[in-house]
């Protein structure tokens, strides 16, 4: 039979799995020598024992922790039961991983009328005897049997009224003495401490299975069968007097990154106060002066777990009669730039590897460097709150239109731009703006793709507000009333929505991030790539860090003003040679991008997307549009009308587009090739190194990459013929509809490189519009019935799969397919650590967030287990 | 080494794999004694010999070959390459299977100068012999030398010009010689028969290879690896004079049905000719009187054959100087009605078994016996095509709106209803309609699903149409003008639109057919359900099979005139009381229709959807039916324009629909289980036996069907309570987005059926939205990008790998499970053999297709290979 309980000084930290996180860490504490409160701990595999015996606790059980108990009193030298010198104990939860939804701390247990009563004797302070005792019973009321909280607040209200007391420091030994009274009448409560101890024991172990903590498992993937330990730990009080006290510490300041010893204490104070925030601690050097032996002792102490765990410790501690009591120790939390600060000077400090301090900090952690943010200090005022779909923190004057937002920053004026949504025609505007907010759209709806790219902070499917644009107002919906130039605050990291001026923290690089990037760019397998088209957000992907071009959608070459026009009039050319007229011009605008963007990314390859939207996204859409249409370029506004509304389509993004429009209109795609290798060759006359990639958007079957590869290989042949010249160019496919993923086999003899667009793809696996998903996916995140955003964070369950489907097979088609992704999941550090997992060669995300990839692959490659 | 060539003694039917459907069956009459022109074959794995050595025949190939000739020759008494005694051979190919796409015969191979000489001489007959000669040199260099026919028939065109000659006949023997000199001068012609014959065994098996082969095989699933044999036959020659002569032949009249032989006859003429339709031949029965005697071999063979073959015959035949040739032998292509007439006949003269009797009748066929069908040689002004959305065929006056048909159809009159689309409010009209024509829409658009299940007649997405509902008329592409009232003709089995009233033959029933129905129930493993909301429907589906509905698509109750204000009302309610008011309606309407549908279907599941559509579906969109249903229900028109307008989505296929509304508003919910389970009760109480099954739709994780089932459980089970009743119900889900099939097996818990929505499945795996797929899917199957639309047939690749990824998945998560199918390919008869095949338990189609499904059931079943 396996050992079922374990006293403090029997387990380490190793021993997670067996005796929780929080048990483990205590027990390496006290392994440490530490003053640690004395204790021992119920073993997970208890709990399952629990469960497999209809919720029964194991007949030998009692006898088992009867014996620790007997050797914590003799270590302590105090008796559980015994009222002239009780043992009183706190009762905890602990699993394997830390996990909120289980049961609350039961403190004070073991108490009873007659113990009340001999620790106020003891003690000589009956009030805290009996505010001890009141606290117990409402504790163990709600926790161990499930009472309702109201009712005892209710008597305590109702005492206080009756006696005129207002703040429960107005309470006084006799007044919790008359509370108590009452409270035993409200609950069956037992009086006897190893009846309590065996409740409460059965009570941690029940809460396992509560619902909130399942479906906490369930999301997080945490197995239902790893049980939770029970700890069960001596109490010290810290409000015992003036040389008693609590308080908690960080070895290293968590906002900064500091090495300095930092936190706060609160004198004559109970651990619960300190949180509660009852009165306002003072720093942790205080007790320096009231206490210098104990902080001495404090001070060492910190220093030999930090460089015992080889991390920034967060302490809990207590003071009792002036003995120091450490209760918790665990890795702290702490801001961005204070995680990179640590990571790197722990690396200089010989403490950890290079590997560690990559480890170390979260990807998300980065934005600090990248982007303002709004002070979580500061937050006020937030009055709606939508999806947060492009990091940082902005303020300034709320437009309603793009042309507003050119015309009132002119003059230097921070704006906000406010949509239903945002259109390719809304470009301008987006640019100019400090923030970008739009009451419909999802995660990967235009507004955000635009915003993430351009690195400006952006909400969308804020469905809190209604926008009234002829009135020039937003409303929210608590009525709150927002008007055109009134300042507002968007936190595009949290979706939320401020009125005014809120602080915000500037962005800045640092020498550590530089650092830390250096190394992630060392230890990483995964290539990152940008999804840019301008020359200048190649720049930028460059300078951080892009190793190519991952995706340029050459569509957005063609809606800038001079271009748009020759598109329109293609799309409305109803014969052939018409055509070709508009795609000569065409080619011309196109030709040059190239060539720009061959230029900034010399010896990078770039992969550029053939035509992909419907075209009517190109078309105009009303009257006024379509007669100013009409008038430039020749052609009778019926013609428009007729054509755009034999366009439309009741789900454009299940339609005609994406290869489809390469299948039916061959010219447009001849023009794009002709245009991507001329550039490439003149690129390469240049004296360049052009690296072209060609990719086929939307595939549903080989034949369509067959077909189109055709036109592509003459295209290319030809110049390169002409010209004498050879440019190392691939052809691919983008993976982005589950038909694709599952035929991958017959698709992979046709392609030379895969990358998965994982944003249609994640559309048609669920069934879900990026567009529409905001009309139910709040209701879906607050119902717990999705975990998160399917467009935040790749679906490795069903999106995954398709992906997993598609390597494997086409693996068996051809050898040496290049597999990426160029969805926006490409900068998402969990999506980017399953696409290490699943072997693809390369991610392809905004410039803004390559950072992010590049330390997303390094933790990917890092946390990879060595095969066998 | 395996024997490569065969004599046409020395091989049977059986060996179709080896020697090629053609050549297997002339072996089968060699040996049957019948008198065939003798032969020889070469088998299909020297095709691959062949093109594994690099397109070279095998080495020993030709003294192989050159044994079994000069057996044939000793056989037919004559000599290749003899010009005293010549004899002369076709040649063609033969693949195991029937493929269109591969080479040409070529006839009277072994010609050159000298022979053409002696033939002439042998004969007697010089202008036979040249003419033989000339058509020999122009099918050499078309079929070997893949010369152009141009060339060719322009000499001749010009030596009749020169000659004054009209017609092929007026040519003589000297002319064909002079023809002949010229053709030689154009080719590089061999004079040795042998080399002819070597060079046409390589042009055989070089055939199997042409892009059209290779496209027929991907498209039908044929390997590659099958390859071609060649069929060498000594020539026999029709064209001799009168007592020669050339026919084909059916052993059964192939449109009627009727035991009687039929075929046509034509003297002096070779069998190209009869095809050719040069002169008209007589009924066969003309043989009787001219060659009395070979008239009787000819019948006896035929009666053999059919007897032998144990189905109605093909035949083809040659007399030469009034001895009987057989050259082919097949099973003959036959209408619907004369497929069943002659199943059925042949199951009572003891020549087939049932199972052998259902695999002769194609489910297409059936629906002659359903609908009336224009006849295929009435066919005249054929103005458009669309896609054939629902069989049968109809004429009528054209009419544009659902009201105009209530009205013109009043007096009797048939129409037409001519539509850019059909929606919800259109109903009415269509019910009245003889057939549909639609602009725009697939083969699961809403004018599609619903006359399909009505039973009328449709044609969907004729993009060849221009309406002009103002004008009051429709312009076809070719500039055909029709307009309102004008007579029109649909064929909704082709897609063809016809000007006038063509034909039809009249829809059916027959003795013979409901005999083959009958066995067909009793030979298939699949059940057969009907999608059906009216008991009208209903009715109907049981009077057709139906064994239970398997769709019953609740909105469709709310479309209805009274309900759909009370429907609106609900969606325009801002508060949940409000909204509580109308659902209160609502459900006196539903529990009236449940209740009706419980007792048509008493003792058979019903499948009631959950609401699905969107919401915004329901809404008025235009201003002047806002404003009337403002004054209806009291509701300000910008009320409801705001929500229309907020309701409003980019991609409803994805957006808030499904369990999304159930998540959302369970209210709704709620209100249907109540209408569902009293309904049952009240069936119940009335001595019926309801089986109400509940399917959730639009599942993409098992959280949804958790916490709906919570909803439907509740309502239930307060129900049954509270009358005191008990009713056996089912909860299940619609499996139709990718994400439910990848995660089944966490679904699989949590329900009792599984039943695929194969529509939406099919939509979101290829990217698909039905309602317009219109604007490309002409031009992918045009170029064969597609074999055919997905929507139609089962894609059994992607779509029907997710389907079964699904089933196994699920099995694994829980037992016992019920699989159906309830998306429009639960007609199809391909998709019923493969539903039958990955052991679903039922399909689910409209009422007018379950005679289809039910025999293609059985198929299925018949053709389930034995388990080992």
Not at 527 to 535: G, I, L, S, W
Request: contains cysteine.
């Amino acid at each position: 039979m396996a050992k079922r309980v374990y006293l403090f000084n029997e387990g380490s930290k190793d021993d997670r799995e067996l005796l929780g996180g929080k048990g483990a860490n205590l027990c390496e504490m006290t392994s440490l020598g530490l003053p640690v409160p004395f204790g021992f701990i119920i073993t997970t595999p208890t709990c399952r024992e629990f469960f497999d015996s209809g919720n029964k606790l194991p007949g030998k059980l009692e006898s088992e922790y009867r014996v620790a108990l007997a050797l914590v009193e003799e270590h302590m030298g105090t008796r559980f039961g015994d009222p002239d010198n009780p043992l009183l104990f706190s009762v905890r939860s602990g699993a394997p991983v830390s996990m909120p939804g289980m049961m609350n701390t039961i403190l004070n247990l073991g108490m009873n009328d007659e113990i009340a009563e001999g620790l106020a004797r003891k003690t000589g302070n009956p009030r805290f005897a009996y505010d001890s005792y009141r606290r117990f019973i409402q504790m163990y009321a709600d926790v161990v049997l499930g009472a309702e909280d109201e009712p005892f607040a209710d008597v305590i209200e109702k005492h206080k009224a009756a006696h005129n007391k207002k703040l429960d420091t107005d309470m006084t030994a006799e007044d919790w003495q008359a509370v108590i009274e009452q409270f035993k009448q409200l609950v069956d409560f037992p009086q006897d401490p190893q009846e309590q101890l065996k409740s409460a024991i059965e009570a941690v172990f029940l809460s396992w299975n509560t619902p909130r903590a399942i479906v906490y498992r369930e999301m997080n993937n945490i197995d239902d069968d790893l049980g939770t330990a029970v700890c069960v730990q001596s109490m010290v009080f810290g409000n015992f007097g003036e040389t008693s006290g609590s308080g908690v510490a960080f070895t290293r300041n968590p906002s900064t990154g500091d090495d300095h010893f930092f936190g706060e204490y609160l004198a004559n104070a109970a651990g619960e106060d300190v949180v509660a925030g009852i009165r306002t601690p003072l720093p942790i050097t205080s007790l320096e002066e009231t206490l210098p032996e104990v902080y001495q002792q404090l001070f060492d102490t910190q220093a030999l777990l930090e460089r015992h765990y080889r991390d920034m410790q967060d302490l809990e501690f207590t003071v009792q009669e002036g003995r120091l009591y450490m209760l918790q120790t665990r890795s702290g939390k702490r801001t961005g730039r204070a995680s990179v600060k640590i990571a790197v000077d722990m690396v200089s400090e010989g403490l950890i590897t290079e590997k560690e301090a990559l480890l170390r900090v979260s990807p998300e952690h980065v934005e600090a460097f990248l982007h303002p943010m709004v002070d979580p200090d500061a937050k006020q005022d937030i009055v709606a709150r939508g999806l947060p779909a492009s990091p940082g923190g902005a303020t300034g004057q709320v437009v309603f239109s793009a042309d507003e937002a050119v015309e009132v920053s002119k003059n230097d004026t921070p704006v906000i731009l406010v949509r239903r949504e945002t259109t390719p025609e809304d470009i301008h505007g987006m640019k100019v703006a400090e923030g970008i907010l739009t009451e419909l759209g999802g995660m990967t709806s235009h507004a955000a793709v635009v915003a993430r790219g351009m690195g400006v902070c952006a909400i969308t499917g804020c469905e809190d507000l209604n926008l009234d644009y002829k009135a020039g107002t937003v409303t929210t919906d608590d009525g709150v009333v927002i008007g055109r130039g009134d300042t507002i605050t968007l936190d595009g990291s949290t979706g939320e929505v401020m009125l005014g001026d809120i602080p915000k923290t500037e962005a800045s690089s640092s020498d550590d991030f530089q650092t830390l990037l250096t190394w992630a760019d060392k230890h990483r397998r995964l290539k990152v790539r940008a999804n840019a088209e301008t020359p200048e957000d190649a720049a930028k992907a460059r300078e951080l860090g892009a190793e190519g071009i991952g995706l340029c959608r050459t569509e957005h070459m063609f809606f800038e003003a001079e271009r748009i026009d020759q598109m329109r009039g293609m799309i409305l050319a109803e014969k052939k040679e018409e055509r070709a007229t508009y795609l000569t011009k065409l080619l011309e605008f196109q030709r040059a991008d190239m060539l720009a963007l061959f230029e900034v990314m010399d010896g990078l390859p770039v992969t550029v997307r053939l035509l992909d939207p419907p075209l009517h996204e190109f078309l105009p859409h009303d009257e006024e549009d379509m007669a100013a249409l009409s008038k430039r370029i020749g052609v009778p506004v019926e013609v428009i009308r007729e054509r755009a509304h034999s366009l439309q389509e009741v789900n454009p993004m299940l339609g005609f587009r994406g290869c489809r429009l390469s299948i039916v209109f061959p010219e447009i795609t001849e023009m794009q090739v002709e245009a991507i290798i001329s550039a490439a060759i003149l690129a390469k006359e240049k004296g360049l190194n052009p690296f072209p990639e060609i990719m086929i958007p939307l595939v549903v079957n080989v034949r369509e990459i067959r077909r189109i590869t055709e036109v592509i290989e003459k295209g290319i042949l030809k110049a390169m013929e002409e010209k004498q010249v050879s440019i190392p160019y691939k052809i691919g496919t983008m993976m982005e509809t589950p038909r694709a993923c599952l035929g991958a086999k017959r698709l992979a003899p046709a392609v030379e490189f895969m990358s998965f667009g994982t944003n249609d793809l994640t559309q048609m696996t669920y069934g879900f519009s990026r567009d529409d998903i905001g009309k139910f996916i709040g209701d879906y995140l607050d119902r717990k019935i999705v975990e998160q955003d399917p467009f935040v964070s790749l679906d490795q369950r069903a999106v995954g799969r398709l992906m997993k489907i598609a390597i494997e097979d086409s693996k068996i088609g051809r050898k040496g397919i290049k597999y990426g992704i160029c969805g926006e999941h490409g900068g998402d550090p969990k999506s980017i650590r399953f696409c290490h997992e699943i072997g693809l060669d390369y991610v392809s995300c905004s410039p803004y967030r390559l950072p992010v990839a590049r330390i997303a692959a390094a933790q990917a490659n890092v946390l990879e287990p060595v095969p066998e």
